[in-house]
């Protein structure tokens, strides 16, 4: 603070006598000039935010463990958003022939040959084996998984 320089949004642990417990606070100091321009006061700014900080580490365990238990599910699992493949783990990355790199960013139709093209009603043909020169291995556990999900 001898600088007069502004301290904005730092943080550190602090220890609460009255709560007898350290918490990890967040603060901004900004000098108070007196009329000759030397610094003639701070004003501090605290905010607790241990709780905050302990909420975000226990959110961030709980997506790795979410993210692990996805990877090594046998089951394909893969996110879309606007049509295109944002995530597919290692059993689809298998079912797909791809890898996550080169399934990036594409629509599944690109994996999938031609289910694009079938309207919604020969989808349950797909099922049934009745259509012929599709991949039906890879279309018929798709569509399965598809309609489980929805």
Known sequence: M?????II???EPHYSPALQK???VRFSK???????GRIGGVQTVFRDVTEQLN??????ALEERWRRLVEVCPDTILLLKDGKITFVNEAGLRLLATTQREAQGKPLEA??????????DQ??????GEI??????????????YNNFN
């Open 9 to 11: 949004d730092a943080q």
């Open 123 to 128: 989808i349950g043909k797909i099922l049934d």
């Open 132 to 145: 012929k020169g599709l991949p039906l291995g890879i279309l018929k556990e798709f569509v399965q998984e």
């Open 30 to 36: 900004s000098a108070i000039f007196d009329s000759n």
């Open 55 to 60: 909420e975000e580490r226990k959110r961030k």
């Open 22 to 24: 350290m918490l990890t």
């Open 111 to 120: 994996f999938l040959g031609s289910i694009g093209e079938l309207p919604p």
């Open 2 to 6: 001898e600088t007069g320089e502004p």
